[in-house]
Structure formats: C-alpha cells, structure tokens
C-alpha cells in the first residue's frame, strides 16, 4: 500500500506565497504522473496543476504564471509553489499519484493524499 501525505499547508493573506509538499511512501517501483488538485465544498475536484515522471507540466488556466509544481523522483516527493495567492485559491489541496507501479505487485494503481486547508484571506 502507498501512502501520500501532504504537508504546507494553512492561512496567508492576499498576494502572499505558500508551498505545498507531498511524499509517497511504500514500496513502490514508479510513480507515473503526480499532480495537485483541489477542492471546495459542494464542487467539483479540479486539476490545479500535473506533472510527469519526465517533468512535462501541465497548469490549470486560473494558476498559469503563478504556481509552480514540481517534483523529486527520487524521493517520490512532488511540490506546489504558490505564489500571488487569492483568495478564489481557497481550497483543500488535494495530491494525487498516478500510474504508481509497487515493487511485487500486478498492475498500477491510483493514490490520493488525506488534503491539506489552504486558506487566503483578502
């Protein structure tokens, strides 16, 4: 079993900055994809930005010139620099683990972390 815990979270006001950092752990082969969605009460989840194992990216249009993803492969660790915070980025963060090949097991799997509050205060 895989496991992803974010961490970074919390409260900053309009126009400050925050990162965000999400770790896989478990026995794990490869992780495909890795990316950061989001999440606010009674809506949808959506994309904020993705990342591929080569480092290709991929932002949601509302985050273009403001976050930055990125990510350690060999730490199974991926990250979202945000920066020029709104308070419309008030979500739960959300990091996700695509395609993720574990050591002795058949097939790829999906995993997703627990969340983490972002909060932007105007």
């Known amino acids: 079993q895989v496991q992803l815990v974010e961490s970074g979270g919390g409260l900053v006001q309009a126009g400050g900055s925050l990162r965000l950092s999400c770790a896989a752990s478990?026995?794990?082969?490869?992780?495909?994809?890795m990316a950061w969605y989001r999440q606010a009460p009674g809506k949808q989840r959506e994309l904020v930005a993705v990342?591929?194992?080569?480092?290709?990216?991929h932002y949601a249009e509302s985050v273009k010139g403001r976050f930055t993803i990125s990510r350690d492969n060999a730490k199974n660790t991926v990250y979202l620099q945000m920066s020029s915070l709104k308070p419309e980025d008030t979500d739960v963060y959300y990091c996700?683990?695509?395609?993720?090949?574990?050591?002795?097991?058949?097939?790829?799997?999906?995993?997703w972390g627990q969340g983490t509050q972002v909060t932007v205060s105007s």
């Open positions: 996700n683990a695509d395609r993720t090949q574990e050591v002795g097991l058949v097939g790829l799997r999906d995993y």
């Open positions: 478990g026995n794990i082969f490869s992780i495909g994809a």
């Open positions: 990342i591929t194992s080569g480092g290709n990216t």
